[in-house]
């Protein structure tokens, strides 16, 4: 998938990589541990965009430019689209695979699609023989680094994850039960764009999509995860806690900046103001539907 797309140029890269507060360097295992931290800390999961009418594409090099210039993030094609064109871009062998992320407790079938996943190959360690990792910045409040690509239980901060091989051709990965979601699987085939760009439509757009219901936005650290939900901030893991509904407008964006690193100055002219009518508006008919 990202042999076959056209290199991010030198200007990209560079802002890419000081977003991350990195240097280029040659490829590494200890070295892309470094970039999928920072990426998974920096760059946040977030469909805030949908709510502001932003339409967006899934194209890796444009998400790219997004998280370089305009200081957003995105969901897992714009993540990790992004970063397997930055990984492949400074000499990584990256891979694209289908993934389906799942809320029961197997893997559903109708799921299919809705997450596109990164392996890279060609790093061994002592511990790691193989060389194939399992890289996702794109699942929120999942991982926050690399994993082996090979079955076991890990470990990151508060959540325990568990890895399994599915026969021949598929992987399955079990969250914790903290987490967001149940699982996700995948196929080790490779993936194009045009596979996603169906559902990517459906989850941006339809009123059924979660993602259209309620603005999000996830930041996943050593520790945990922020996340806000609508007006509401919470954390999961280390120090959690949920707080009260924010009530000002100043005061939810400062956070969204301080807290999520999301910026609108490349946004277009009334995105914030409309933004906030949005979600203002999704939460009172939310406090409505309680009240009842």
């Given at each position: 998938m990202f042999a076959l797309l056209p290199p991010l140029d030198n200007e990209v890269r560079a802002a890419y990589l000081a977003r991350l507060g990195v240097e280029a360097g040659s490829p590494s295992v200890e070295w892309m541990f470094t970039l999928v931290r920072r990426h998974a800390e920096r760059v946040p999961y977030e469909t805030i965009w949908i709510h502001s009418g932003e339409l967006w594409g899934i194209d890796p090099g444009e998400s790219a430019r997004r998280v370089a210039f305009a200081g957003r993030g995105g969901y897992c094609y714009h993540l990790n689209g992004a970063l397997g064109l930055l990984l492949h871009s400074l000499g990584y062998e990256v891979h694209g695979h289908i993934g389906g992320v799942h809320i029961s407790d197997g893997p559903d079938p109708n799921a299919v699609g809705n997450h596109l996943v990164l392996t890279v190959t060609g790093l061994p360690t002592a511990s790691n023989p193989s060389g194939a990792w399992y890289v996702d910045t794109g699942l929120g409040d999942a991982l926050h680094e690399p994993l082996p690509l090979a079955s076991g239980?890990?470990?990151?901060?508060?959540?325990?994850?568990?890895?399994?091989?599915?026969?021949?051709?598929?992987?399955?990965?079990?969250?914790?039960?903290?987490?967001?979601?149940?699982?996700?699987?995948?196929?080790?085939?490779?993936?194009?764009?045009?596979?996603?760009?169906?559902?990517?439509?459906?989850?941006?757009?339809?009123?059924?999509?979660?993602?259209?219901?309620?603005?999000?936005?996830?930041?996943?650290?050593?520790?945990?995860?922020?996340?806000?939900?609508?007006?509401?901030?919470?954390?999961?893991?280390?120090?959690?806690?949920?707080?009260?509904?924010?009530?000002?407008?100043?005061?939810?964006?400062?956070?969204?900046?301080?807290?999520?690193?999301?910026?609108?100055?490349?946004?277009?002219?009334?995105?914030?103001?409309?933004?906030?009518?949005?979600?203002?508006?999704?939460?009172?008919?939310?406090?409505?539907?309680?009240?009842?």
């Open positions: 239980m890990y470990v990151q901060g508060q959540f325990r994850m568990g890895l399994e091989r599915v026969g021949g051709t598929e992987w399955h990965l079990t969250h914790d039960p903290a987490g967001g979601f149940s699982g996700m699987s995948w196929t080790t085939a490779p993936a194009r764009q045009a596979d996603f760009e169906e559902r990517h439509a459906w989850l941006s757009t339809s009123p059924e999509s979660g993602f259209v219901k309620v603005a999000m936005a996830e930041r996943r650290d050593a520790t945990g995860v922020d996340v806000i939900r609508g007006l509401v901030l919470a954390r999961i893991g280390t120090n959690a806690f949920t707080a009260e509904p924010l009530t000002s407008k100043q005061e939810w964006f400062d956070l969204l900046a301080s807290v999520f690193g999301l910026h609108f100055d490349a946004s277009p002219p009334g995105t914030r103001d409309k933004l906030w009518d949005t979600v203002l508006s999704a939460h009172r008919q939310w406090e409505a539907a309680s009240n009842k």
